[in-house]
């Protein structure tokens, strides 16, 4: 009870002195920061370095600066930092909520990065989205969820298999609390006509444990068959992937070990970590590490017994960081009465099996064979993810063209208020949650980010469709790629096809059909 009430200190003390001390006497230069990391004010055009940044621009389409109210002084709101491509010049071009970002200033909660993070992870959210859930039995026979977002209107809770619309695959943070993020981000895909399912890990959000397995950080296995199933549930609608927080670390590993065969159109990253041992290490000030790691433990107290066969128990509970309890988790597996006999628990063992650890499950560890455009949402004032000079790989986004990073100088955490929330919150309470259903990419009450990677899905399939149309042209007219050209091809493959024996081959289809998903 004291550590409660030592929290509601904290918490109020940060609410009364937090947004003045921080923001007071900074609103003619908002975005310092950003000039801090080397943004420059110049158009992105006229930059000849291999990092491309757009500033904020009007609407003729040009890389311009806009001036700041009221002091005529020039500086950059958000920038996209990528090396210069085809489709990042396309991006800058036809994503224009890119540019329209308007951090919340002054004396207000909104302009803490912290109140915010705060404000999205713990404060509840009357969402009009209910969820209908697939329990997937994986091939060691363990269970994850699907939870599929659907309208509380709609009457019809499945979707039909022939169904061409995309479906948005959504990986909520690593220990598996459903935010007003991930409620919100679920009720503007469907305004837009996505199928959103959010995947919950082992253990997490009320799914089963069925086996003594947990899913480790960045073990990309229980993802690959999630996205198998939804492959075989919608196979004529395209899948684009949003990972929250944390919750980037997974799917980072799955794009980097799956490479082009991941069946993934695009993806991105809201307010991601990238350097994930390091920052269990030493990434959070105090009170969100204590906050974090009391979750985590309250999340695992109902699986306490069964997992006292594998897992040190008493070292588990008796952490008192994220580090702790991750490496009781997968770094001290042996058994405990082995453990006990032996007596040998040495500092080094422990330093060499956390390095291993983090060896198989960083993120970044496979980041060249990732093969799909990747867009990262990150503001400056992040308090979760640390400071932005030792936690963002900038030689990333500027030397991987997949990689886009969309940085702002505020924003925090999954944040990103702006001073039009206030005015859209009240208006959607007055109308009525499910009004939000059928609202567009305009609508003020839809988040900022929110806006910014639905525009990036849209632009990134128009853009691969225009290049797939183009080459087919070129084809055409190298003679190399006509319509009866494609008409021969066809013929030429069914009659080959009829030559072998009909009934062995549908069976041993059906076989390989099978197998493929019945695991």
């Excluded at 007071?24 to 491309?52: I, K």
Aim: proline share 5%.
């Amino acid at each position: 009870m004291l550590e409660w009430l030592v929290a509601v200190c904290i918490v109020i003390l940060v609410v009364l002195i937090w947004p003045g001390s921080k923001y007071f006497g900074t609103e003619s230069q908002p975005d310092a920061p950003l000039q801090a990391m080397g943004v420059s004010r110049q158009p992105a055009r006229e930059r000849t370095a291999e990092r491309c940044v757009s500033n904020r621009g009007g609407n003729d389409g040009a890389q311009t600066v806009s001036s700041d109210a009221g002091t005529g002084e020039k500086s950059p709101t958000v920038a996209l930092i990528c090396k210069p491509s085809a489709l990042a010049n396309y991006l800058l071009k036809h994503c224009r909520t890119f540019n329209d970002y308007v951090p919340c200033v002054g004396w207000t909660w909104r302009a803490s990065g912290f109140l915010q993070s705060l404000y999205e992870v713990c404060w509840p959210y009357d969402s009009p989205v209910q969820f209908v859930r697939d329990n997937l039995q994986l091939s060691d026979d363990g269970l994850v969820a699907l939870d599929w977002a659907v309208p509380s209107y709609q009457k019809r809770r499945r979707t039909s298999s022939h169904s061409t619309s995309p479906v948005l695959l959504i990986i909520p943070n690593s220990f598996g609390r459903i935010t007003r993020n991930v409620l919100k981000l679920c009720e503007a895909a469907l305004s837009h006509g996505y199928l959103p399912a959010v995947f919950n890990r082992r253990s997490h959000n009320g799914t089963p444990l069925t086996t003594l397995k947990l899913q480790q950080f960045g073990d990309p296995g229980d993802l690959r068959e999630a996205v198998r199933y939804i492959r075989y549930r919608q196979p004529a609608g395209r899948l684009y992937a949003v990972r929250e927080s944390t919750g980037s670390g997974l799917l980072l590993s799955y794009l980097g070990e799956c490479g082009s065969s991941s069946y993934v159109t695009a993806a991105v990253c809201l307010s991601p970590v990238f350097r994930c041992q390091s920052w269990f290490e030493n990434g959070l000030c105090w009170p969100l590490q204590w906050a974090l790691t009391l979750y985590q433990k309250m999340c695992l107290s109902r699986y306490r017994t069964v997992l006292g066969e594998t897992v040190k128990t008493d070292m588990l509970f008796s952490s008192c960081s994220l580090r702790g309890v991750e490496e009781a988790l997968f770094c001290q597996t042996a058994h405990v009465g082995a453990a006990a006999a032996t007596g040998t628990s040495s500092a080094n063992n422990s330093s060499g099996a956390w390095d291993a650890y983090w060896e198989r499950n960083e993120p970044l560890r496979d980041v060249d064979e990732v093969a799909i455009p990747v867009l990262s949402v990150c503001a400056q004032d992040d308090p979760i993810r640390g400071d932005t000079q030792s936690t963002l790989p900038l030689e990333l986004f500027e030397t991987n063209p997949h990689f886009f990073l969309l940085l702002t100088g505020r924003g925090g955490h999954c944040g990103f208020s702006t001073l039009s929330d206030g005015s859209a919150i009240g208006a959607a309470g007055a109308v009525g949650p499910a009004a939000g259903l059928n609202s567009g990419i305009g609508n003020p009450g839809t988040s900022w980010s929110h806006r910014a990677l639905l525009e990036f899905f849209r632009a990134t399939t128009d853009f691969f469709a225009a290049e797939e149309r183009s080459k087919q042209l070129a084809a055409r007219r190298r003679g190399l790629g006509g319509s009866s050209g494609g008409r021969v091809f066809r013929h030429r493959s069914v009659s080959t096809y009829k030559r072998m024996p009909a009934c062995s081959h549908n069976i041993h289809a059906i076989y390989n059909w099978q197998r493929s998903y019945t695991r």
